[in-house]
C-alpha cells in the first residue's frame, strides 16, 4: 500500500496575532497528486484559527469536534481539553489518524489522539512531514528578527519547503 503524505502545518503567536499557515503538497509514495490542498482554516466565527496534518477526512471531522466544543464551552483551553477527553476516550474517534493545531490570539494548542494538549512555550507549533524544520527555521525568525507571526509563518515554512521533499510553497496563511 503506497503512502500518503501531505501537509505541513506552522502556528506562530507574537505580539497579539497568531498565524497558521499550510502548505498545499499531497504526496502519493513518489508522485504529487495535490499541490494546494488546504488545511487551515477560520473556525468559530473568525474568533480562532485551525489546522491539521494527517487524513482529510479525520482532520476535518475533528475540526469540526473542536468547533462544536469551543461553541458550546467559549473557551479554548476548555474546548481543547473537551476535545482530547473525547478524542482519546471514544472508540470511533480513537481511531482518526491527524494532528490539530487550534489557537486564538491568547492560546496555541496542539492536540492528539492520545489526550495530549500541549501550549508550546515559544508560542510556535508545527505538524507534518516538515513540521521539524518549520518550526526551527520560526524559532530563529522568532528570536533574530521583527517579523510579525504572519511573515515568520510564511518564511518558516519556505524554508521547510526547502528541505523536505513532502513540502511545497503552494503557502495558505489565516491571521487573527
Avoid: C
Avoid at 109 to 136: H, K, M, N, R
Amino acid at each position: 500500500m503506497a503512502r500518503i503524505r501531505s501537509t505541513t502545518i506552522l502556528a506562530v503567536r507574537r505580539a497579539g496575532k497568531l498565524a497558521i499557515a499550510g502548505d498545499g503538497q499531497v504526496t502519493l509514495d513518489k508522485t504529487i497528486v495535490k499541490h494546494g490542498a488546504k488545511k487551515v482554516r477560520r473556525i468559530a466565527g473568525g474568533t480562532a484559527l485551525a489546522g491539521f496534518a494527517g487524513s482529510a477526512a479525520d482532520g476535518i471531522t475533528l475540526l469540526e469536534k473542536f468547533e462544536a466544543k469551543l461553541t458550546e464551552y467559549k473557551d479554548i483551553v476548555r474546548a481543547a481539553v473537551e476535545l482530547a477527553k473525547d478524542w482519546r476516550q471514544d472508540r470511533a474517534l480513537r481511531r482518526l489518524e491527524a494532528l490539530l493545531v487550534v489557537g486564538n490570539p491568547e492560546h496555541l494548542f496542539l492536540l492528539s489522539g492520545t489526550g495530549d494538549v500541549i501550549e508550546p512555550d515559544e508560542g510556535i507549533v508545527a505538524i507534518g512531514s516538515g513540521g521539524p524544520y518549520a518550526q526551527a527555521a520560526a524559532l530563529a525568525l522568532m528570536h533574530k528578527s521583527s517579523l510579525d507571526a504572519e511573515a515568520i509563518a510564511r518564511e518558516a515554512l519556505l524554508v521547510a519547503g526547502t528541505i523536505d521533499i513532502y513540502t511545497n510553497d503552494k503557502i495558505i496563511v489565516e491571521v487573527i
